[in-house]
């Protein structure tokens, strides 16, 4: 409740912070004139990134079971539902969890792992998104220090997964007994090595270079879809600039605040816009509004779908089950 508590507060700052300036008249003359068409194309591209993503998680699957795309496109659509909606980026359990549900066989812990596999795929895509980067731009100071975070947590999640790799099953209940007689300790005990499984699948990966294509892919996608954006509002600076935009909402998401990231997105993009490319507060504000709008209700409109027909399968799966019982 606390954490809750303190993300609203978060956000409730960021948006002071992005709009504390706000001039409506100003503003509605930008997003009258924006370019819808580019609006609604960096719409579709965002939408087609979630299909990208889908293929990239089934390559990774593929060790573990033969996945079909449009469950896991279903999957990864309600897990972005519930990262827009729910706290903490409680989606990512939502999508593991809906997956299971499809393939049941398959433990939720160990599909969990292989999306740990991807979050540490997208550090490394946005690793060179800063090399291309700091290569091409004059960059801000702030954005030394924000590399330095980004490859020491990489860093770590690397040597996290290898320790994972070079454990074997059931370590837990081999080197402390009260993982084999705690009721409790010995469901851990399963989860662990259900995780360990999802992790240790990468070994058995021939496809390693096309996970690295689609993770550029993906990456150049989110960039191209900011650049639509910039572009679309009328702001002044290069497609390479836009990268910097991109990285620092990037960022900035890891901060804990409201669901949505409403707020810090906002505060981000209106700051970095106004403060280092010295471009206008009604332009800034108009980008932050339309840009969020673009990675924000798409998802929460086809995850939001995707959720309620989930519910409703699983509420009649349960219904035919108790008929057929009785």
Same mark, same amino acid.
């Given at each position: ?20 300036? $706000?001039?409506?008249?100003? !503003? ?12 609604? +194309? ?5 939408? $087609? ?7 990239? *998680?089934?390559?990774? !699957?593929?060790?573990?079971?033969? %996945?079909?795309?449009?469950? !896991? ?51 490394? =895509? ?14 801000? /100071? *702030? ?8 490859? !020491? ?58 996970? +690295? %294509? %689609? ?7 989110? *960039?191209?879809?900011? *650049? ?14 836009? =990268? ?58 086809? =995850?939001?779908?995707? %959720? ?6 699983? /509420? ?11």
């Amino acid at each position: 409740m606390k954490k809750k508590i303190f993300g609203f507060i978060v956000s409730f700052c960021g948006l002071y912070l992005a709009f504390k300036q $706000l001039n409506f008249n100003d !503003l509605s003359d930008v997003l009258l004139s924006v370019n819808w068409p580019l609006i609604i +194309l960096a719409t579709s591209i965002m939408v $087609l990134s979630v299909l990208i993503r889908s293929i990239r *998680w089934q390559i990774l !699957l593929r060790p573990l079971d033969n %996945f079909q795309i449009n469950n !896991l496109f279903f999957s990864t659509m309600i897990g972005y539902f519930g990262n827009s909606v729910l706290p903490l980026k409680l989606g990512e359990f939502l999508r593991a969890n809906t997956l299971n549900k499809i393939y049941p066989k398959i433990p939720v812990s160990t599909i969990f792992a292989t999306i740990t596999i991807e979050k540490l795929l997208d550090l490394i =895509g946005a690793f060179f998104l800063i090399i291309i980067l700091i290569s091409t731009n004059d960059v801000p /100071s *702030w954005f030394s220090t924000s590399f330095f975070i980004l490859v !020491l947590f990489m860093f770590l999640m690397i040597l996290f997964i290898l320790f994972l790799v070079s454990l074997k099953k059931n370590f837990l209940s081999q080197n402390f007994f009260s993982f084999k007689i705690n009721p409790l300790l010995k469901k851990i005990n399963v989860i662990v090595n259900n995780f360990i499984i999802g992790i240790t699948s990468i070994k058995r990966l021939n496809q390693k270079t096309l996970i +690295l %294509f %689609f993770t550029f892919i993906l990456w150049f996608m989110y *960039w191209l879809s900011v *650049w639509l954006c910039i572009f679309a509002t009328n702001i002044s600076i290069s497609f390479f600039q836009a =990268g910097i935009v991109l990285f620092a909402t990037g960022m900035v998401i890891a901060i804990p605040s409201a669901p949505g990231y409403i707020g810090t997105f906002h505060a981000t993009a209106v700051l970095i816009l106004s403060d280092y490319f010295l471009i206008s507060i009604s332009k800034a504000q108009a980008f932050a509004i339309l840009n969020h709008f673009v990675g924000f209700i798409p998802m929460v409109i086809i =995850g939001g779908a995707f %959720f309620i027909k989930s519910s409703m399968s699983l /509420s009649a799966k349960k219904k035919d089950n108790s008929t057929i019982e009785k």
